[in-house]
């Protein structure tokens, strides 16, 4: 895997021009993007199909109305949109109430934004039932503000969700650190303006301008994200 970490920044606390930090949550923060993908397996199999594993690749990261959809047309299975989504996210549900890890970093790197104070968003595809959920487990004062899938007019790879995020916590996308995990997520913060951390968990994402990639969340720390955005 690629990586390219700034170099170590001179800038201080005062200094910095990051305003906030907005983070991704399945397989960003929580190691979940393998439960998506055994509900699924396990839903299509009880329908009758077999679903290809090359298929991950394709529904990883992205909304679930544009995953679920592409299932149901590239297998033919006999069930609706909202039928699907109902049972992806009851399996899901069930799946996180018996055990929930965390990324690895993911603790140290939230307990460590909350102590210097960096405004932080939760920001994810799922569904607000899902990530009430989580906020559970991660300790909702963590994050000023989540913004859900199922509450914005156009998800990830759209930049609503993230510019939606900078809104509500009145600060400049441009002066935001985005962390995700996968290319839907990285082209959504992107398009929003954000500087983009990436850890990529399921399929490999390649460096560019705005964008840093590194291996996991423990590369990550405040002073990491502030060298990011230093105007």
């Given at each position: ?47 009758g199909h077999t679903l290809d594993d090359a298929w991950r690749h394709v ?7 544009r995953s679920a959809g592409f299932l149901i047309e590239a297998t033919g ?155």
């Amino acid at each position: 895997m690629t990586s390219t970490v700034p170099a170590p920044a001179a800038i201080t606390a005062e200094g910095s021009a990051l305003q906030a930090v907005l983070l991704d949550m399945d397989g960003t923060l929580v190691d979940t993007e393998g439960f998506w993908w055994d509900i699924e397996v396990e839903i299509f199999k009880r329908l009758g199909h077999t679903l290809d594993d090359a298929w991950r690749h394709v529904v990883v990261g992205g909304p679930m109305s544009r995953s679920a959809g592409f299932l149901i047309e590239a297998t033919g299975a006999d069930i609706t949109l909202d039928e699907l989504s109902g049972l992806l996210n009851d399996g899901f549900e069930e799946l996180i109430g018996q055990a929930l890890p965390l990324m690895p970093g993911a603790a140290r790197l939230l307990t460590e934004l909350a102590a210097h104070d960096v405004p932080t968003a939760l920001v994810s595809a799922s569904h607000r039932r899902i990530i009430d959920r989580v906020l559970t487990a991660l300790g909702p004062h963590h994050f000023r503000l989540s913004v859900a899938g199922d509450e914005v007019t156009r998800t990830k790879p759209h930049p609503e969700p993230y510019l939606l995020a900078a809104t509500r916590l009145g600060v400049d996308p441009a002066r935001c650190a985005v962390v995700e995990d996968t290319a839907t997520g990285v082209a959504a913060a992107e398009a929003a303006g954000c500087q983009v951390v990436a850890v990529p968990s399921v399929a490999p994402i390649a460096p560019a301008a705005r964008r840093t990639v590194v291996p996991s969340l423990e590369h990550v720390d405040v002073t990491f994200l502030r060298a990011l955005v230093t105007h």
